[in-house]
């Protein structure tokens, strides 16, 4: 059974760009998660998705966005990027939202603003 | 989490020796205590949890100790070894109905010397 999967995994967008990033949660898995993580620090929660309704959101600009899907997976969109937006941005999968110690990470996305 | 500087806390133990983590976390009311394992390149990987009613939990190799009186978790690696090098962060559940999943403490870096 495959686990958590995203794409891309490395990405290099320049500064005022637009990005999207994917994430296809472990199958039966209803809910998804989104945590930026830059380099040193421990991740920080951006958005939490079930059943296609955003949960949860974190201490991000409004130029983050998130959806999810039908079929559970999840799309985060960063517009008008930043040097600052540069890490690696994780997605975690539970099967309900409350399980968070039955979530699952995926390997991430390194995004790279230049 | 908390803003933290680029370089992480890091333990340097000998290869069979035990290693002890420690980590201070914020919300009294927290209810989940979760240690991950993050290696590098990779997403955070579960290691062990404690709930807050629970002042010790044990796994293999594993033990974590919660400490609510001074607000202070540890994880306890018995004979660690070569393959326990890793990042390993520490992650409280605030209670409901706070939007946050997990807030993840600021890391600390194990080197095992063989």
């Known amino acids: 059974d495959a686990g958590v999967t995203q794409s891309p995994t490395h990405l290099i967008k320049t500064r005022g760009q637009h990005v999207t990033l994917r994430c296809s949660p472990i199958?039966?898995?209803?809910?998804v998660s989104w945590y930026q993580q830059v380099l040193g620090q421990g991740p920080q929660f951006i958005f939490q998705?079930?059943?296609?309704?955003?949960?949860g959101r974190g201490n991000f600009p409004d130029r983050f966005s998130a959806r999810q899907f039908p079929n559970y997976s999840s799309e985060l969109n960063v517009n008008a990027l930043l040097l600052g937006d540069s890490a690696l941005y994780l997605c975690?999968?539970?099967?309900?939202?409350?399980?968070?110690?039955?979530?699952?990470f995926g390997q991430g996305t390194r995004l790279t603003v230049v | 989490g908390e803003s933290v500087g680029l370089h992480l806390p890091t333990l340097s133990v000998q290869e069979g020796d035990n290693s002890i983590i420690n980590c201070a976390y914020s919300n009294s009311a927290s209810d989940y205590f979760i240690w991950y394992k993050q290696e590098s390149g990779k997403g955070p990987q579960f290691i062990i949890d404690i709930r807050s009613n629970m002042d010790k939990r044990q796994g293999q190799r594993v033990t974590v100790l919660l400490n609510k009186t001074v607000k202070h978790l540890s994880l306890q690696i018995a004979a660690t070894q070569p393959g326990d090098s890793a990042v390993y962060f520490c992650?409280?559940?605030?209670?409901?109905?706070?939007?946050?999943?997990?807030?993840f403490g600021k890391g600390t870096r194990l080197s095992v010397i063989a």
């Open positions: 998705y079930y059943e296609k309704e955003e949960r």
């Open positions: 975690a999968s539970s099967l309900y939202p409350d399980r968070v110690s039955e979530a699952f």
């Open positions: 199958s039966g898995h209803k809910s």
């Open positions: 992650a409280e559940n605030p209670p409901f109905p706070g939007n946050t999943p997990l807030v």
